[in-house]
């Protein structure tokens, strides 16, 4: 661990500042300088590429989460509501 | 030929020119989305089941005033979020509470193999675990449990921004909040549920959660 860089501590304002942005570092929302300040101050340093990583997988854990429960198929009333509303706000869009 | 990424798009356009093909697969996408999102909202899955069939319901009762077949999905969360927050109008629930940047921040990290980690949050060993399935299935089910328990200002964001792909200008728009407000409280959201989830996430002993 680089600890002549940082420290890891909430404390540290330029570790603050770094972990403050890490989302919109990972969203690749940042300026190209912005990203490489992020990338400068996390390099060599095994526990925040640990955390980054960790983060990259939960991100990625909400992306696939699928609902555990089945969904119930809406049944035949249900449909022909849907159906007849759809057609409804053709009509009026067309009118 | 429908974008596989975002086919809704496609649908939507076609129920607009009147195409009744589009109709099924459009509806079954829904269903299964706002169903998922009002299910993680609400947490009660009769309340879940009535807010995204009455959203399914105004969705096609409006879809005349849908004038941006490309924001399909934003438009639909819109009715869904707005049901929502009927639904919690009628019921008891807990109240938004901001969630602490420095209780998210990693304390010092140590080096050594398990210090900082508590035994109950370390990786689960794969050979514990062998089917990838399995681990999957727990996942998910640890996912929607800590989806459930972040406050729902946060949640709401979360839900729309990493589940169900929407852009931060669409979340900000859907909300009605500013891409600042979306932003912040996406990094929160997201770190709260890494802090969760850091025993089935993270190398063990490399990260304090």
Redesign the interface.
């Known amino acids: 661990m680089n600890t002549a860089k940082h420290e890891h501590r909430a404390v540290d304002p330029s570790c603050r500042e770094v972990f403050e942005r890490l989302s919109e570092y990972l969203d690749g929302e940042l300026s190209p300088q912005d990203c490489a300040h992020i990338q400068e101050h996390i390099k060599d340093c095994a526990p925040c590429v640990a955390f980054v990583e960790s983060l990259k997988a939960s991100i990625q854990a909400s992306h696939d989460l699928r609902p555990a429960k089945p969904v119930h198929k809406l049944d035949a009333e249900a449909q022909k509501k849907l159906t007849a509303a759809w057609k409804a706000a053709l009509e009026r869009r067309s009118a | 030929m429908p974008d596989p990424v975002n086919p809704e798009v496609e649908w939507a356009r076609r ?2 020119a ?1 195409d009744a093909a589009a ?1 099924t697969p459009f ?1 079954e996408s829904f ?2 989305k706002v ?2 999102y009002t ?1 993680l909202m609400c947490g009660q ?1 009769e309340d879940a ?1 009535e807010v ?2 009455d959203t ?2 105004k969705v ?6 849908l004038r941006e077949p490309e924001h399909v999905k934003a438009w639909v969360f819109r009715i869904a979020r707005n049901y929502c927050l009927m639904k919690r109008r009628r019921s008891v629930f807990a109240p938004d509470r901001e969630l602490s ?2 209780e998210l ?5 140590p ?1 050594s193999d398990s210090a900082g980690v508590a035994p109950s949050s370390r990786v689960p060993d794969q050979r514990e675990l062998p089917e990838q399935k399995l681990l ?2 727990e ?3 640890e ?2 449990a800590a ?1 459930q328990e972040l406050p729902t200002n946060y949640r709401s964001v ?1 839900l729309l921004r ?2 169900e ?1 929407l852009s ?1 200008a669409e979340v900000a728009d859907v909300l009605n909040l500013s891409l600042d407000v979306v ?1 912040q409280r ?2 929160r959201g ?2 709260a ?2 802090k969760r ?2 025993g089935y ?3 063990a002993g ?2 304090s959660a």
């Open positions: 129920l607009l009147g109709f509806v269903q299964s169903f998922q299910w899955r089941e995204a069939q399914l319901l096609f009762e409006s879809f005349d005033q940047l420095d921040m990693p304390r010092a990290l080096d999957r299935k996942l998910n089910r996912l929607e989806m979360v990493d589940v792909g931060t932003k996406l990094h997201r770190l549920l890494r989830l850091a996430l993270a190398p490399k990260v």
